[in-house]
C-alpha cells in the first residue's frame, strides 16, 4: 500500500498551480496541514489583522479540499515539531511543501531536513526563485531596475496547473483543533467590522483578479490616486498565496503588453522584497547600511505621543489621517498614502521606521515580512535600494498633486463636508473643522529637524 503524503501549506492557501499539491495528488493519498506557529517566527508572528484573513482562509482551503475528498488537519505548536509527530502518526516519509523565504520559515524547513523525513520543496510564490535571478557574474541583485530587467528575460512563467478534481485523504481519524478555538477572530471590541470588503480564500482572490482586468490599461494613470478604485487589491491573497503570481501574469499578458507592463512590474517588486529577505534575512529588524545605526530618532514621551497620534489618524495631516483610518477600519492602505504616512513618520516626527513597520504588521491584511521592511526601508533611507532620506515628501502638495480630495472625505468624517482644496489642508486654509486637530508639527520645522538629524549620519 503506497504510504500517505503531507502538504504542509503556510502562505500558499490554493489547491490551483500548487506544484506542492501536485506532487502529493501524483503520489497518492495525502493530507493538508496547517500549523499555526507562534514560536517559530518569534517576534513575527502573525498579526492580528491577518489573523482575521487566516481564519477564513483556511475555512476556504478546508471546504475545498473536502469538496474534492481531501482533508485539512489543523495544529497548533513549533512547526517542525508537530510535523514529525503527525507523519509518525500516520505513517508518513514524504512532506511536500510551496518554498518560502522569511527567515522562519527557512529556519524550519533545516530542522525539518534532517532526519528520516523527505522535505521537498517547490517553487512557485514568486514569479522566479529569487536565488536563480541573478547578475553576469553569477551574483545576487540588490538594486530593483537590474533585477526586474533580469526578471523579465525568464518571463514568461509556464502555465499555470488546475487544481486537482479529487484527491486522495488516508483512511483513519487523524486529530485537527477546531479552528473556532484558535481564537483568530476579535470578540471585544469587533475592530474588524470593516473587513467585510474582503474575501479570504481562493475563490475570492479570482474574484479580486477578475474585478481588476478591465480596469489594468488605466492602472499606470491610476495607480497613485487614492480616490479612485485604481489597484488589484490582490496583496493580501498574495501574501497568502491564494492565487499563484504566475496566473496573474498570464492572466495580465494577454492584453496588450504595453499596458501590462507597469502592473506587472509591481509583481517583480514582490519578488525582488523576497529576494532581500533571502539574501538579508535581518532586514525586518536592522538597518540594510550600517550608517544608520547612529541616527538619533526620538524617544521618549513626546516621541510616543506623536506615535499615537499617528496610529490614531490624528496628526492634523488629512492625507496622513485618512490613510492611517482607512487601516485601522479596513487592515489596508493604498500605496501612495502608504509612502506619504510613512515618510511623514519617519521624516515629520523623526520616529524609527521599525515602529511604523511593526504597526504595520499588526494592522495590515497583506503584512509581508518582505514586502514590508523593504518598503519602509526604502521610505526611510536606510535600505540597500531606497530613496535618500534627504528626499522628504510634502504631505501638503503630495494631497492635491494626487487628487486625494475624495479619499480624505470618505475616511475623516470631521472633514466630509469641506469643499474645494481646502480639504488639504483645512487648518492652513484658515477653518477650523470641529473634532479635528491642527498640524501636531509643522512642515519646515519638521524638515530642517530631520535634515538636521540625518547630517550626523
Ligand atoms: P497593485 O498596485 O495592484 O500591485 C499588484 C501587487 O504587486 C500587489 O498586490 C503586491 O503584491 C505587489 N506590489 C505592489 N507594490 C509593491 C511594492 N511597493 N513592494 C512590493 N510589492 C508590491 N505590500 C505588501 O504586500 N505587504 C506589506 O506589508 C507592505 N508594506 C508596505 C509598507 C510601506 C511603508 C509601503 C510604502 C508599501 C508597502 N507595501 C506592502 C507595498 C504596497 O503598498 C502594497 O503591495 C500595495 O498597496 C497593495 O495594493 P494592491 O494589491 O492594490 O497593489
Known sequence: MTRPSIVWFRQDLRLADQAAVAAASADGPWIGVYVLDDEGPGPWAIGGAQRWWLHHSLTALGEALRARGGRLVLRRGTSPDILRKLARDIDARTIHATRHYEPWWKAAETVLSGGDLELRLYDGNRLAPPEGVLTGARGRYRIFTPYWRALKEQMPPGRPAPAPHAIRAPHGAIESDALANWGLLPVEPDWAAGFGIWTPGEAGAHEALDEFLPVLDHYDEDRDRPSVDGTSRLSPHLHFGEISPATLWLRAAKRLHRQAEPWLRQLGWRDFCANIVDILPGYGDGNGRDAWDRMAWRRGAAADRD??????????????????????????????????????????????????????????????????AVNWQWVAGTGVDSNPFGRIMAPLVQSPKFDAGGYIRRWVPELADIEGEAIHDPHGAGLSPAGYPPPIVGHREARERALAASAEI
Open 307 to 372: 506615535f499615537r497620534a499617528w496610529t490614531r489618524g490624528r496628526t492634523g495631516y488629512p492625507i496622513v489621517d485618512a490613510g492611517m483610518r482607512e487601516l485601522w477600519a479596513t487592515g489596508f492602505m493604498h500605496n501612495r498614502v502608504r509612502m506619504i504616512a510613512a515618510s511623514f513618520l519617519i521624516k515629520h516626527l523623526l520616529i524609527d521606521w521599525r515602529r511604523g513597520e511593526r504597526w504595520f504588521w499588526d494592522t495590515l491584511v497583506d503584512a509581508d515580512y518582505g514586502n514590508n
